[in-house]
């Protein structure tokens, strides 16, 4: 694949896909080069953006996990998130004055609750949070669960403790996403509705329109990316797959007498993707997440099991009061990268690059992923971190033994479930049908509990996994 950029309509950059990441690059590339010509390729409509049906929360130290640290890759993405987070008021505000705007709030404050009667997983990694924010002496308070507003859970699923973070918080989607169109257009970045079919030799061929000519190229399309990612056989074996993970939300509107809570909500992350959250995005209005649903193929429709998971957790882990707010769901497809880390740089192939695989930190991320994308375009320093490079061999943070344990646990979600709390039966039973997928998939190293039965199934490849030496 060679990149075309000599031809007289080449353009300078162009961006496949128009989510809060390719939308961020386009404009930070735009500002910095006003003389160039950049050039962004998207259906208008969004269908099943991962983007537009986020339930933005501008989390770092409340998205800790326990294995966080444990791999470089790791470590660079939570250095990405945590410095992003900090950029977010100076960002809205300069994208606001650029739009001619008013900038969206930034709903500011996240309580972070442990329930161990619902998850394993919380007390672990709530521990991991409390000891992230310590170490980097970061504003925070333990409370009482009881003393929060609007907190009503049923009464034997009540947390244990929590801890509020006043630097992570929350934004609407749809504000964002305006406010990043109205921008670029302020800008006269350029747009093409409608979908690549291919990437190849410096040329976007577009499902309908013309073929695009473009100097570089950054494949920026989430869980579509990895149609086009296949397509070039440059890239054959050696860049993971990224798959679709179909999440379902609610955007909710208060009653005149329902009190809901005035700042974030949520469970620490769970297994498989999981937990429970109320984000509040104005005065009555608030957002209940999520779920996740990995595939190879997207999904064109949410699964009612997945709107049940949202409905129920959140009126009992949350409050029971809940069900008297009016709702409509929204469903998008996370990008998730075959080994659960992002795939962020230039690849091997001249003038191409790829952006994606950020599961639902991508808006949150989009800043400082635009920042130091465009600084390795330019060739400058601080640039895009090596760990979470396109090509590479995939990131294995777990041993065998430890990515049971997980996908036990993720299977294990639920009121009294949880490994240790009585039910030792389930628990045995759950654990010898991980095992039988473990030996299936013929895996000798731990994945990701959500992508388990894909490698069961033979839909994901394990002879590439080999035991990490980068683990501390």
Not at 37 to 44: A, F, Q, S
Request: proline share 7%; charged share 25%; glycine share 10%.
């Amino acid at each position: 694949m060679t990149s075309d950029s000599r031809h007289p309509d080449a353009v300078d950059l162009t961006i496949v896909g128009n989510g809060a990441i390719a939308m961020s690059i386009a404009i930070e590339h735009r500002r910095r080069v006003p003389d160039a010509r950049v050039l962004v390729i998207g259906p208008e409509r969004r269908p099943g953006s991962a983007s537009l049906a986020a339930g933005i929360m501008l989390a770092s130290h409340s998205e800790v996990e326990a294995t966080t640290f444990r791999h470089a890759a790791g470590r660079a993405k939570f250095d990405l998130i945590r410095s992003a987070v900090a950029a977010w008021p100076g960002w809205l505000d300069d994208l606001a004055a650029i739009a001619g705007l008013e900038p969206p709030a930034i709903r500011c404050g996240t309580v972070v609750l442990d329930n161990p009667n619902v998850s394993g997983f919380d007390p672990p990694n709530f521990d991991a949070i409390l000891e992230a924010l310590r170490r980097d002496e970061a504003d925070h308070e333990l409370v009482d669960p009881v003393d929060l507003r609007g907190y009503r859970p049923a009464a034997h699923l009540r947390a244990s403790r929590g801890v509020r973070v006043p630097s992570d918080g929350a934004i609407d989607a749809f504000a964002v996403m305006e406010l990043l169109d109205r921008a670029a257009d302020a800008l006269g970045i350029e747009r093409i509705d409608g979908r690549a079919a291919s990437v190849r030799d410096g040329i976007v061929r577009c499902e309908e329109g013309p073929d695009v000519r473009a100097a570089r190229i950054i494949v920026a399309a989430g869980a579509a990316s990895d149609g086009l990612i296949q397509r070039i056989p440059e890239l054959d074996g050696r860049v993971p797959r990224i798959l679709h993970g179909t999440g379902v939300g609610l955007r909710c509107r208060a009653t005149p007498d329902l009190a809901t809570p005035d700042e974030v909500l949520r469970t620490p992350n769970r297994g498989a993707g999981l937990g429970v959250y109320h984000v509040p995005f104005g005065s009555d209005r608030f957002y209940l997440g999520a779920t996740n649903v990995v595939s190879v193929e997207p999904r064109e429709h949410a699964r009612l099991g997945s709107l049940h998971l949202v409905l129920q957790s959140a009126m009992d882990e949350i409050s029971s009061e809940l069900r008297h707010a009016e709702c409509r769901m929204v469903t998008g497809h996370r990008p998730i990268g075959a080994d659960g880390f992002p795939l962020l740089g230039r690849t091997s192939v001249p003038g191409l690059w790829i952006a994606t695989g950020t599961r639902r930190d991508g808006v949150t991320a989009a800043p400082e992923i635009a920042r130091r994308f465009v600084n390795e375009l330019l060739g400058m320093d601080d640039g895009l971190p090596e760990p979470l490079s396109p090509e590479r061999t995939p990131i294995v943070v777990l041993d065998r033994d430890q990515g049971i344990d997980v996908a036990v646990r993720s299977r294990l979600i639920g009121p009294g479930s949880s490994p240790g709390g009585g039910g030792g039966r389930l628990e045995d039973e759950v654990r010898r049908q991980v095992v039988r997928l473990y030996d299936r998939a013929g895996l000798s190293v731990g994945v990701p509990a959500e992508l388990l039965d894909l490698y069961a199934d033979g839909r994901l490849d394990a002879s590439r996994l080999v035991a990490s030496t980068n683990v501390d």
